[in-house]
């Protein structure tokens, strides 16, 4: 079955860094756009950024430029590196993979992201 399987989520403090992981597995990772969700409770679910399978990339303005995504075909696995993290921050964070060819998305379960001191 087609799976999205995030890592890297924990507790870390204001300021520091913390790299988010996605692997893919049974799809045809170089095909799709990958993006990286988060939803605070209550809220829309906002996208913080996305990569083209290009390795175009996109974010959201609110991050001021603290996020970079990346991606590695290879691997099947795109990258959310975090750094200056702030208590905001705190969410969910799910990895999305879309095909632009038909209205097909896949996601992953989500990993947690704590900004605590």
């Known amino acids: 079955q087609v799976q999205l399987v995030e890592a890297g989520g924990c507790l870390v403090q204001p300021g520091g860094s913390l790299r988010l992981s996605c692997t893919a597995s049974r799809i045809t990772f170089s095909e799709y756009d990958m993006n990286w969700y988060r939803q605070a409770p209550g809220q829309q679910r906002e996208l913080v950024a996305s990569v083209t399978p290009g390795s175009i990339t996109k974010y959201a303005d609110s991050l001021e430029g603290r996020f970079t995504i990346s991606r590695d075909n290879a691997k099947k696995s795109v990258y959310l590196q975090m750094n200056s993290l702030k208590p905001e921050d705190t969410v969910v964070y799910s990895c999305?993979?879309?095909?632009?060819?038909?209205?097909?998305?896949?996601w992953g379960q989500g990993t947690q992201v704590t900004v605590s001191s």
């Open positions: 999305n993979a879309r095909w632009r060819v038909t209205p097909l998305d896949f």
